[in-house]
Nanobody, 122 residues
Framework: EVQLVESGGGLVQPGESLRLSCAASGFPFGDYSIGWYRQAPGKEREGVACMFNNGRIQYSESVKGRFTVASDNAKNIVYLQMNNLKSEDTAVYYC????????????????WGQGTQVTVSS
């Protein structure tokens, strides 16, 4: 059974940092593209960062230079380091995993975690 469990969310002030974790199980970790997504109240879910299974990493323009995605393949965990947080980063953050296919990876998840709340407020 595929499982994705996010943790590390919380309440921080603008300019502070947080590190989110996504613990993955039930699938061959290195074969999947794994991404971070977020959904703010009243808005659609949007992609934040993706580690494609071909080694490429991609960030949304809104977080480029502030957020970094990394993985610990021995522990099957993907991290999202978020620095210089802004109020507009407030959202529920999800990780998602896309199964490999014969097509180029798109980071469109087949599986989702339950999400973790990040609130940036003074």
């Amino acid at each position: 059974e595929v499982q994705l469990v996010e943790s590390g969310g919380g309440l921080v002030q603008p300019g502070e940092s947080l590190r989110l974790s996504c613990a993955a199980s039930g699938f061959p970790f290195g074969d999947y593209s794994i991404g971070w997504y977020r959904q703010a109240p009243g808005k659609e879910r949007e992609g934040v960062a993706c580690m494609f299974n071909n080694g490429r990493i991609q960030y949304s323009e809104s977080v480029k230079g502030r957020f970094t995605v990394a993985s610990d393949n021995a522990k099957n965990i993907v991290y999202l380091q978020m620095n210089n947080l802004k109020s507009e980063d407030t959202a529920v953050y999800y990780c998602g995993a896309e199964a490999p296919s014969r097509f180029d990876p798109q980071c469109l998840p087949d599986y989702w975690g339950q999400g973790t709340q990040v609130t940036v407020s003074s």
